[in-house]
Nanobody, 124 residues
Framework: QVQLGESGGGLVQAGGSLRLSCAASGGTVSTYTMGWFRQPPGKEREFVAGLSRSGGSARYADSVRGRFTLSTDNAKNTLFLQMNSLKPEDTAVYYC?????????????????WGQGTQVTVSS
């Protein structure tokens, strides 16, 4: 089973940037559909962005399209989420997830493995 570990969260002012990392072990990132989800305080977990197997296609939530960008480093077996122009409403715990699906599901239930999450706080 693949294990996922997120890092890169923190406190940033509105308009700033952060890059989240998701390091995988016990499995290869490129053989899974990979996704990022977030859970704002008091709300349900929501899809942010995902990348299909072997990086074939990327999918973004409307709320982050144009501001967030996915990338991978296959040598490091790591998925990245570059987050620019951050807004206070981006404040959440961000989770990395891996799915056996061939497409890019947007529902959390379609993902088989999860990291522990990393906190992102955007101040106004």
């Amino acid at each position: 089973q693949v294990q996922l570990g997120e890092s890169g969260g923190g406190l940033v002012q509105a308009g700033g940037s952060l890059r989240l990392s998701c390091a995988a072990s016990g499995g290869t990132v490129s053989t899974y559909t990979m996704g990022w989800f977030r859970q704002p305080p008091g709300k349900e977990r929501e899809f942010v962005a995902g990348l299909s197997r072997s990086g074939g296609s990327a999918r973004y939530a409307d709320s982050v399209r144009g501001r967030f960008t996915l990338s991978t480093d296959n040598a490091k077996n790591t998925l990245f989420l570059q987050m620019n122009s951050l807004k206070p409403e981006d404040t959440a715990v961000y989770y990395c997830a891996a799915s056996f699906s061939w497409g890019v599901p947007t529902t959390a239930g379609a993902y088989n493995f999860w990291g522990q999450g990393t906190q992102v706080t955007v101040s106004s």
